[in-house]
């Protein structure tokens, strides 16, 4: 006679062999892991977005829906708070200068390095990826210091907000765009040439159009990244003036948590989040349209190389 | 290396040209910062303002900063600080190897239909703002929050504790949360373009899927987690803001808090310095790791 419990017995004996044999292979323990990262990775921040449209103060027991900490509170919410909205207005004003700086900077020295192969363009290839790897405290600290020891003339505060992440998101702009650059090639320059356009005109009615999508990636990532940015806003802020989203989030998280930061921090995520989708189909967009097909489809500081 | 075929008639230096702003920017916004840390670090205190002063010249460089850092680390407080570090930094690394790799395994070799999907969801924390993802996590740990809630109903706990002081494992969560995802995507890239026909071929030969992923797939795979792994330890390394947000007490007081703290007052200007010349000494390995293998994957990318 076969009782339940030793068939369940048996079954499972056979399956901790199988799970021995081939550890990654037919056993569900690799999805159930991957997936259960995803939901961990995921809750705690979906959660925290919830509670932004809770009516009520408590950040753990929830009462409904309502707009109240974003606009309807007079006081509290980040419509009417001003040291809320000023750090809304402060994080998108750092992250536009940021972007229309980093950009037609990074462009340019994108061209240069893959093009350039003169003597100093491998050191410049490695002084363009060094701010990558570099810990942000390194720069925050390096460039609180220049600041208040050597550029004198530049004030802690917005200026030096924005030069410090310019410095980081370069690079970025850099590796997108060289991507695409990598693809295209000078054939296209030479064979406008061949048809009778000069060297200027070449590169800019025939390369410039060609990169288009990959810079409007550049000034979605630049942007995206800039918002994001705590460790160096930090370092250069100066006053209540120059805080951000994040310094604020911060600041607020252990002293005064209401469900408004979670609202502001939530604005900043979609914000962000919004920018790099753009950017994503940007790149999409590119492969359709020519060459520099199977580049990532969704940048990440990740695809800088390995 | 094959040069590059060229623009027919480009005019000579032009792109030497077209690199020099950003080069020059970078000389001037990352090298001669780096170079002030230094300058600052070797340099003096003046002794009327309390402010530190730094010295340019390398010649007339005061090394007294350092000894008193190293004396410090060697006998004093510091000491304990960095030793928490790399004990923190050691164990969120392991942690994310452990978990990080099944999912990047699953991501490249097992998500099926699934896999643009998973991709996407795999993606998202990069650009969720890394205070915002604390933030839900204080939330959540708050002594009247989910995880109290949760464990008290399973009766894991008798009553409700508060994970937000002084808890270790509080913090090593947070970076481990924080910083996962730069861990698992570059090893997905890796994973991600080993050649199916290698396993096929290992499986022919009649080794089995365990024998097949411990003799093909781990081996490709190496260069993709040492490149993770050196991923998230540099940033590890100068973290202020996981122990500040999750702990703020000086149970978990990390190197990085030690540099915040003496650069954000004036007079610590000198030895906040010196910190941070010790750190970049310290991480220049994994820098350097990382960048030689950027610079070995796309030569063998073939471009």
């Not at chain 1, 030793?6 to 991957?34: C, K, M, N, Q, Y």
């Not at chain 1, 505060?157 to 992440?165: E, I, M, P, R, Y």
């Not at chain 1, 252990?254 to 940007?282: D, E, K, Q």
């Not at chain 2, 894991?156 to 509080?170: D, K, M, S, Y």
């Amino acid at each position: 006679m076969t009782s339940p419990s030793v068939a369940t017995g048996f079954t499972f004996h056979r399956r901790l062999r199988r799970l021995w044999a081939d550890p990654l292979g037919e056993s569900r323990l690799i999805p159930a892991i991957a997936w259960l990262y995803i939901i961990w990775s995921i809750v705690p921040v979906f959660i925290a977005v919830l509670f932004s449209f809770n009516p009520g103060r408590s950040l753990s027991a929830w009462q409904g829906f309502s707009l109240r900490w974003y606009v309807s509170d007079p006081n509290l919410s980040v419509l009417h708070n001003p040291s809320l909205r000023e750090a809304l207005f402060q994080s998108l004003r750092l992250a536009f200068l940021t972007m229309l700086i980093a950009t037609p900077l990074g462009v340019l020295l994108a061209i240069g390095l893959t093009r350039w192969q003169g003597k100093g363009s491998r050191p410049a290839n490695v002084l363009m990826l060094l701010p990558l790897v570099t810990p942000e405290i390194v720069m925050g600290v390096g460039l609180f210091l220049v600041f208040t020891s050597l550029f004198r003339p530049v004030q802690l505060g917005t200026s030096a907000q924005v030069l410090g992440h310019v410095t980081f998101s370069l690079p970025l702009v850099v590796v997108i765009v060289r991507a695409r650059l990598l693809g295209i090639g000078p054939e296209y320059e030479n064979a406008a040439m061949d048809l009778g356009a000069s060297y200027w005109s070449a590169l800019w009615r025939i390369l410039l159009p060609m990169l288009a999508p990959a810079i409007f990636a550049g000034l979605m990532i630049a942007f995206a990244v800039s918002i994001d940015d705590f460790v160096i806003s930090q370092f250069l802020a100066s006053g209540q003036s120059s805080v951000t989203i994040p310094m604020l989030l911060y600041g607020g998280v252990r002293t005064s948590p209401t469900p408004a930061l979670n609202a502001l921090g939530s604005i900043m995520l979609f914000i962000s989040l919004l920018a790099v989708a753009v950017a994503g189909l940007a790149l999409r967009w590119r492969r359709h349209v020519g060459p520099g097909a199977g580049q990532p489809a969704i940048p990440s500081p990740a695809h800088l190389g390995v | 290396m094959k040069g590059r075929p060229r623009v027919v008639g480009e005019p000579r230096g032009l792109w030497a040209a077209f690199a020099a702003p950003g080069v020059l920017w970078l000389i001037l916004l990352f090298v001669v910062p780096v170079y002030a840390i230094l300058a600052v670090a070797m340099g003096t205190t003046d002794p009327i303002f309390f402010i530190a002063k730094p010295t340019w010249d390398p010649l007339r460089w005061d090394t007294s900063a350092f000894r008193e850092v190293f004396h410090d680390i060697l006998t004093g407080r510091l000491g304990v600080i960095g030793l928490r570090t790399i004990v923190y930094v050691a164990v969120a690394s392991t942690l994310c190897i452990l978990i990080g790799y099944p999912v990047a395994y699953y991501a490249a070799r097992r998500a099926g239909h699934l896999k643009p999907l998973f991709i996407v969801l795999l993606v998202a924390p990069f650009w969720i703002n890394y205070i915002m993802r604390m933030l839900a996590w204080v939330n959540l740990l708050d002594t009247d929050g989910y995880v109290n809630r949760v464990l008290l109903a399973l009766h894991i706990l008798q009553e409700p504790r508060a994970w937000l002081v002084g808890r270790p494992e509080t913090v090593i969560l947070g970076m481990v949360y924080g910083y996962i995802p730069f861990f698992i995507l570059p090893l997905f890239a890796v994973l991600d373009a080993i050649d199916q026909r290698v396993l096929e071929a290992s499986r022919d030969l009649g080794a089995s899927p365990a024998r097949t992923f411990v003799r093909v797939t781990l081996p490709l795979s190496w260069q993709g987690i040492l490149a993770g792994t050196a991923l998230i330890m540099l940033p590890m390394f100068g973290d202020y803001y996981t122990p500040e947000i999750l702990s703020g007490s000086p149970k978990t007081t990390l190197f990085g808090n030690q540099i915040a703290a003496f650069v954000s007052s004036g007079a610590g200007g000198t030895a906040g310095a010196a910190l941070t010349v010790v750190l970049m000494a310290f991480v220049s390995v994994l820098m350097t790791y990382y960048l030689v293998a950027v610079a070995r994957a796309s030569r063998e990318g073939g471009r």
